[in-house]
């Protein structure tokens, strides 16, 4: 069993990986998937941060080789497999419903994001390179990335609030979610992908939604000095 997921999660890895060069790239919702048309709304990143999605590939396509060539039985890694497969499942045809459905791409962004998280709990702290850290990459994107979608759908069906409002929420929503993860799994990588998804709202809104900048300045502050002050514990656990 613990051979066949580990082959199972190369698999659906690798389909993962392929998945863009079928759907093609995506960075937001076009204007006219949502009744109120949102164009680059505050919540999402500055188009460039997107490019995180290569280093996620490469980084999990490289674990799964490792783990097929050197963890192939080991039960501490399948243990991480069974939600990563799932969590990678999903995201195989997450592109192409995205172009179709902002409801049903929030609906599964949500599904991965949960899914990466449990694999990312699960993860030895033994195998930081080359499960951990990929893991923990695709995780937290996947956690900024879930309020974005979120946040540009409520406001794009002018749910309660605007995309000005609804910003602040994703952005504190995902702090929240960001903090309870680390403080059960401190993966520093983990907080640098949220951190990343952060600077890129801050790049995309600049001075003209000078508070929704500020609030994302704040949660970078809030990351890297919980990111400091947990350090001396990830070292004497290493």
Request: proline letters at 6%; glycine letters at 8%; aromatic letters at 12%.
């Amino acid at each position: 069993m613990s051979k066949s997921l580990g082959y199972l999660t190369l698999v659906v890895t690798a389909a993962f990986a392929a998945a863009p060069l079928l759907s093609g790239d995506f960075s937001g919702f076009t204007a006219d998937q949502l009744p109120v048309p949102q164009i680059n709304p505050p919540i999402q990143p500055a188009g460039y941060a997107f490019a995180i999605w290569g280093p996620i590939y490469l980084w999990l396509v490289i674990s799964a080789i490792y783990g097929v060539i050197y963890r192939v039985s080991d039960p501490a890694w399948s243990r991480v497999r069974v939600p990563l497969c799932v969590s990678l499942g999903v995201g195989i045809p997450w592109l192409l419903i995205a172009q179709v459905s902002a409801i049903w791409a929030t609906i599964t962004i949500f599904i991965m994001a949960a899914a990466a998280i449990v694999a990312l709990n699960r993860t030895p702290l033994s195998d930081r390179r080359w499960l951990r850290g990929p893991v923990a990459l695709y995780a937290g994107w996947l956690t900024a990335a879930s309020f974005v979608s979120l946040c540009t759908t409520l406001a794009g069906y002018d749910i309660l609030l605007n995309g000005y409002h609804w910003a602040f929420v994703g952005i504190l929503g995902a702090l929240a979610v960001t903090i309870a993860t680390y403080a059960r799994t401190a993966a520093p990588i983990y907080l640098g992908a949220v951190i990343w998804a952060l600077i890129g709202i801050c790049v995309n809104n600049g001075m003209h939604n000078f508070l929704v900048t500020a609030l994302a300045i704040t949660g970078i502050v809030v990351l890297v000095c919980i990111m400091a002050m947990w350090a001396p514990r990830i070292n004497r656990q290493a």
